[in-house]
């Protein structure tokens, strides 16, 4: 898709950056049994880690009522914002990737599907909020954002030019989002995504130093 010298790159959060497992698991089962709903297990409620909050409540509550889905999202944040927002992990050699990027005169931009408030609280409690310029999620209130529209948004902010600018992520979410504005699209394996859903990016990578490195190849 695009052939020139890579000056911006877009990360995913979760699944790109950090292990959110326990965090997003724990909070999506809070706000189930707030409901009374079952709850399936952490293997199961894993496949919904990246996308949308929504998407997630539409498939676990087989509802896309309005209320239902709020009342559902406001219970997954009364934990995800006291205790699940502290329970990520980052992945090795995350930050001395993040690192070398900035050296290299890249510009760091986090697009995340995760509400920017808590996107930047994650940042900042895992100690890779440095090497970024910006951080672009939906405001609390954007229940529907879907990625698409955060890497458009992440675009005209800064009026760059997507032929400029990679995209990473762990879910075909990521992959999509990157395409239908233009961009360059990596996904890196060791996330949430399947190795079929990946199949949709432009190149994969299987660790955070092989994409630094084939960024600079690029």
Request: proline share 10%; net charge negative; charged share 30%.
């Given at each position: 898709m695009r052939r020139g010298p890579v000056h911006h790159?877009?990360?995913?959060l979760d699944g790109t950056?950090?292990?959110?497992?326990?965090?997003i698991t724990r909070s999506l089962a809070h706000a189930l049994q707030a409901l009374g709903r079952?709850?399936?297990?952490?293997?199961?409620l894993k496949v919904h880690i990246g996308p949308p909050l929504s998407n997630a409540f539409k498939v676990l509550l087989?509802?896309?009522d309005e209320a239902t889905l709020r009342a559902a999202i406001d219970a997954y944040r009364e934990r995800y914002s006291q205790v699940g927002v502290l329970e990520n992990r980052v992945y090795d050699m995350i930050p001395e990737t993040l690192q070398a990027?900035?050296?290299?005169?890249?510009?760091?931009?986090?697009?995340?599907?995760?509400?920017?408030?808590y996107a930047c609280r994650v940042l900042e409690h895992t100690g890779i909020a440095a090497p970024f310029r910006t951080v672009h999620g939906p405001e609390l209130?954007?229940?529907?954002?879907?990625k698409g529209s955060l890497v458009r948004r992440a675009l005209d902010a800064a009026a760059i030019e997507p032929s400029t600018v990679v995209m990473a992520g762990d879910?075909?979410?990521?992959l999509d989002a990157a395409r239908v504005n233009g961009v360059f699209s990596i996904g890196v394996t060791w996330g949430y995504?399947?190795?079929?859903e990946l199949r949709a990016a432009d190149l994969i990578v299987d660790s955070p130093f092989e994409l630094l490195a084939r960024l600079r190849a690029l």
């Open positions: 790159l877009f990360l995913d950056l950090v292990d959110p497992f326990e965090g079952p709850i399936p297990s952490p293997n199961e087989g509802s896309s990027l900035r050296d290299d005169g890249v510009v760091l931009h986090l697009v995340t599907s995760k509400p920017a408030i209130d954007e229940i529907h954002l879907q879910r075909r979410v990521d995504g399947t190795r079929e």
